[in-house]
């Protein structure tokens, strides 16, 4: 069964500390991953998205990392703000038909406290 | 910036209610999406479609409907509305199916 598990469910962190969010998944055959952003009462935003031949991509202070042999991801925050609280999804995209389906996770509820 | 706009953003109605939520794009995208999410689970895919005409069902067994009349519209509609129906509902737009998808800011609709 695809699926995407997301750890951890929630995190505290105070500002200026660095944080890392993990992302595992079952799906295949697989196409890409993505990382997207949730303020709260907000649609989500994309952070980035990496094929099975990337293994780093950086948007700012966000660095995802992908080992498409493990099937894991990570989101690493620097120097973490205030406005960098927010859900943090990890969505995977299969290629196993012209839709394109995609896998959402739960998401990593992030709340960065001054 | 995303350039695509839900209305209304929040939706209080009693049962029995028609509703019609409102999803405009100006991107010129083709594909459309509309997913709900509940507090702290995934989003649901529950109708898509591929351009004009064109509208499928999700993953999710959903008693709403959609239309695609023109390239930037893609209303949803709920013919009687239920408690069961409360939950964020978000539109979304790509350049394909597997391009970045840039969702609107959600409606909040709660069914009493």
């Known amino acids: 069964k695809n699926q995407v598990e997301q750890s951890p469910q929630s995190l505290i962190i105070l500002e200026g500390k660095n944080c890392t969010l993990q992302c595992n998944y079952t799906v295949s055959p697989f196409s890409n991953l993505r990382w997207y952003k949730q303020d709260t009462g907000r649609g989500p935003v994309s952070l980035t998205i990496?094929?099975?031949?990337?293994n780093t991509k950086s948007n700012g202070r966000y660095t995802a990392t992908l080992d498409a042999d493990t099937k894991q991801s990570s989101l690493h925050i620097t120097a973490s703000q205030l406005s960098d609280s927010a859900s943090y999804i990890c969505v995977v995209s299969d290629r196993g038909s012209t839709l394109g389906r995609l896998y959402f996770g739960r998401g990593t509820q992030l709340t960065v406290w001054p | 910036e995303a350039d695509i706009y839900q209305t209304p953003r929040y939706l209080v109605i009693g049962t029995g209610k028609k509703i019609t939520l409102e999803c405009s794009q100006t991107?010129?995208?083709?594909?459309m999406y509309w997913y709900q999410q509940d507090p702290g689970m995934e989003l649901h895919l529950i109708h898509y479609?591929?351009?004009?005409?064109?509208?499928e069902k999700g993953d999710l067994s959903s008693e709403s409907t959609v239309s695609r009349i023109r390239t930037e519209h893609f209303p949803l509609t709920l013919e009687s509305a239920r408690p069961s129906h409360t939950s964020q509902y978000l539109c979304a737009s790509s350049d394909g199916p597997r391009e970045k998808l840039f969702f609107g800011s959600g409606t909040q609709l709660s069914v009493l």
């Open positions: 479609s591929y351009g004009v005409n064109s509208t």
């Open positions: 991107m010129g995208h083709d594909k």
């Open positions: 990496m094929t099975f031949s990337e």
